[in-house]
């Protein structure tokens, strides 16, 4: 059985000297600097179309954007822990109609999904090192997000500061597309390559 991600780990909304922070057993697991880049990526997504899975949902930047697009039909977001989705819904007591959050874990509830279901999907979970540097693990996710997307569909990863296309994905799409952005994160930021620079958005497009 495959290693999963940590079923209670310690989790904490950090508010100081104008930064905010998500942190998973003491990992930065996402800052609000993201906010931009988050809310790119997010309206790249919506170009394809109006029904969108998201799995991770961190600060809720990109479900809120997604969401609350105008032709955003019904936006399916996949959290494990309950506490990221307490935060969340502290901090936005009303979101958008279209905004549907799950409590599962995305391993076990992909299989559940309905083959060809979603125009688009953004991939960002908070995963622990020897997660996303397992390949075997990831040659049997990704399928599962592939059998999910529509022809003409796109996965969006979150944004990187390397401008290396994510290996997990490349074996199962036939097109890329990526878009160069520049970025500033905080002086604290320690999981970007660098704390200003450019990030890359990657787009993986399912085109049969």
Not at 114 to 143: A, C, N
Request: charged share 25%; glycine share 6%; net charge negative.
């Amino acid at each position: 059985m495959h290693q999963r991600q940590p079923d209670d780990p310690e989790i904490a909304l950090l508010e100081r000297e104008g930064e905010v922070t998500l942190m998973i057993d003491g990992d930065q697991a996402m800052q609000a600097w993201e906010r931009e880049l988050m809310c790119l990526s997010s309206d790249l997504l919506c170009q394809f179309g109006s029904t969108f899975l998201e799995v991770g949902l961190g600060l809720g930047i990109s479900a809120l954007r997604i969401a609350g697009n105008p032709h955003t039909h019904r936006h399916v977001v996949i959290e494990k822990y309950r506490k990221v989705i307490d935060l969340f819904q502290e901090c936005n007591p009303s979101p958008p109609s279209a905004l549907e959050i799950v409590h599962a874990d995305f391993f076990d509830y992909l299989h559940e999904l309905e083959t060809e279901s979603f125009d688009g999907i953004f991939f960002d979970p908070h995963l622990p090192k020897e997660l996303r540097e397992d390949e075997v693990l990831w040659q049997e996710i990704v399928p599962q997000l592939v059998r999910t997307l529509k022809k003409g569909g796109a996965l969006i990863p979150c944004f990187s500061s390397y401008p290396i296309l994510r290996w997990q994905f490349i074996p199962f799409f036939d097109r890329v597309v990526v878009d160069k952005v520049a970025f500033n994160a905080y002086r604290t930021t320690n999981y970007m390559a660098y704390n200003t620079g450019d990030a890359f958005i990657q787009q993986f497009i399912k085109m049969r």
